[in-house]
């Protein structure tokens, strides 16, 4: 069973930065895609980026593409969401998750049906 936790979010001004961590448990982390998401008040979970089991591929939502960055740490078990020029339409819970088969490239990414408790992030104007 994987357990996700995700840390980092929090309350920052239009145009700041802020990075988000989730540690991942439960199976070999470095074989499976890991992806991110976020759900706004009121909105369906969206998808946000995603990065392949081999560190080689990654894929973003127009939305963030060119502010957001998604890396991982197979060491550490340790996927980052780097998110830059922060816009108050980005505020949103936002959750990681792994892909449900091995050695995917993580688009279109397929989630576990198990998430965390996901990481608050709040974007002031």
């Known amino acids: 069973q994987v357990q996700l936790v995700e840390s980092g979010g929090g309350l920052v001004q239009a145009g700041g930065s802020l990075r988000l961590s989730c540690a991942a448990s439960?199976?070999?982390?470095?074989?499976?895609?890991m992806g991110w998401f976020r759900q706004a008040p009121g909105k369906e979970r969206d998808f946000v980026a995603s990065i392949s089991w081999s560190n080689g591929n990654t894929h973003y939502a127009d939305s963030v593409k060119g502010r957001f960055t998604i890396s991982r740490d197979n060491a550490k078990n340790t996927v980052y969401l780097r998110m830059n020029s922060l816009k108050p339409e980005d505020t949103a819970v936002y959750y990681c998750n792994a892909e449900r088969v091995p050695y995917g490239l993580g688009f279109p990414f397929q989630p576990l049906d198990a998430w965390g408790q996901g990481t608050l992030v709040t974007v002031s104007s």
């Open positions: 439960g199976r070999t982390f470095s074989s499976y895609a």
